[in-house]
């Protein structure tokens, strides 16, 4: 038997009624006794917008529209021609036979890979025999997770060294400047026979300014240990994960029954961290 409806329910709508739609919710859950949730809960479920509209003659009575909402514009006035010669040619085909949209299974939104729906029809014969391949043993794939971790753990590490050893990062800047200068070049005649002197101009590039700004790479060193940290503890739940299914394989089998592995994924907390 589901649960009575709350009387609060309509007092809380009335309340928001009365006041032309203008009073704030955390008012009203403050006047019943409420959560501010519960009264934003029930103004979606019970429409209330939809029902002071409902109750209102065409537009007297109604409510000012809320902070944020534009009025509905209905389309050009009768006899407006602003759109007038404008659209496809008569006769043109150029959405012939186009359902609207990308066609199926492509992947023009993907950008890292990280998220993309795998089809398997889609897939290539190396990638169809690789996949075939791949060995789904728990302790296989813990063994791998923990060689590919201690390899980027390596690689880290290895870039932090050389980071501290080159403790500051020097930016530079030159800026050049494109001059004419002028040529004087001996041009013969050979229909007077007579040697004349012209000028000339010749583009040459030259110095104007140079900068040198030196960074201080502390900021960056302390992006790549966070993250390190983030790897090594990846690697050592990968670790603890594998000795319990271990743990878990040799008791079965010391027992004789059979062995039952769940392996399952932390949920991520709104820092980002698990």
């Known amino acids: 038997m589901g649960r009575a409806r709350s009387p609060d329910r ?6 928001w009624q009365d006041s032309g739609g203008k009073k704030l919710l955390k008012d009203i859950a403050g006047e019943l ?9 029930w103004k979606t479920v ?3 917008d939809e029902k002071i509209k409902e109750r209102s003659n065409s537009n007297k009575g109604a409510l000012p529209l809320e902070k944020g909402n534009a009025p509905i514009k209905k389309g050009a006035p009768p006899g407006n021609k602003n759109a007038k010669g ?5 006769g043109n085909k150029n959405a012939l036979g186009n359902s609207g949209g990308a066609p199926p299974k492509n992947t023009n939104a993907v950008a890292t890979g990280e998220y993309q729906t795998i089809w398997l029809d889609m897939m290539d014969e190396t990638e169809q025999n690789l996949l075939a391949a791949i060995n789904t043993d728990p302790i296989t794939q813990m063994d791998e997770d923990i060689r590919l971790l201690t390899f980027r753990e390596r690689r880290m590490l290895q870039h932090l060294k050389d980071l501290k ?4 990062l020097v930016e530079t800047k030159t800026m050049y400047e494109i001059r004419k200068i002028p040529i004087i070049t001996d041009v013969y005649d050979d229909r007077t026979g007579i040697v004349r002197q012209v000028k000339t101009y010749q583009e040459e590039k030259s110095m ?3 900068e040198e700004h030196k960074k201080m790479l502390i900021s960056q060193i302390l992006r790549i240990e966070e ?5 090594q503890m990846a690697k050592t739940r990968a670790i603890e994960s594998k000795h319990r299914i271990l743990t878990a394989t040799q008791g079965a089998r010391d027992k004789d029954e059979p062995i039952h592995i769940t392996i399952g ?8 961290s698990q």
């Open 10 to 15: 309509d007092k809380a709508f009335q309340l």
């Open 33 to 41: 006794n409420l959560t501010d949730s519960k009264i934003r809960k």
């Open 46 to 48: 019970d429409k209330w």
């Open 86 to 90: 404008h659209g496809a040619p008569p």
């Open 165 to 168: 050893d080159q403790k500051e």
């Open 208 to 210: 104007v300014a140079h």
């Open 227 to 231: 993250a390190l940290t983030r790897v």
């Open 265 to 272: 994924r932390k949920e991520r907390r709104d820092d980002g």
